[in-house]
């Protein structure tokens, strides 16, 4: 079982910058891969970003250049690092844990979910 936890949303004028956290608890963080998810209000959830347990990335082509996902396996905590934000970039935004230690682009492919941060960007 891992627990998640996100912190760090907020609001922010475009092209402003916002790091989000997420901190893991329970089995060993490391043993997994993590991603990061977004769902805006009336559309599905979809993918952001994903790294492996060793640090190897991927990214949503909407994001990519903009967003930096990175993982600190000694404090359980995985970031997303966000600039140049857009007003579409506003959002619900989890993080999320795979048993698989590849990144994955599937939010069915993730066992364990938190319970999200809200970003929300103004024009």
């Known amino acids: 079982q891992v627990q998640l936890v996100e912190s760090g949303g907020g609001l922010v004028q475009a092209g402003g910058s916002l790091r989000l956290s997420c901190a893991a608890s329970g089995r060993t963080f490391s043993s997994y891969a993590m991603g990061w998810f977004r769902q805006a209000p009336g559309k599905e959830r979809e993918f952001v970003s994903a790294i492996s347990w060793s640090g190897n990335t991927i990214y949503a082509d909407s994001v990519k250049g903009r967003f930096t996902i990175s993982r600190d396996n000694a404090k359980n905590t995985l970031y997303l690092q966000m600039d140049s934000l857009k007003p579409e970039d506003t959002a619900v935004y989890y993080c999320?844990?795979?048993?698989?230690?590849?990144?994955?682009?599937?939010?069915?492919?993730?066992?364990?979910w938190g319970q999200g941060a809200q970003v929300t960007v103004s024009s």
């Open positions: 999320a844990a795979d048993r698989i230690l590849v990144p994955r682009r599937s939010a069915f492919e993730y066992d364990y």
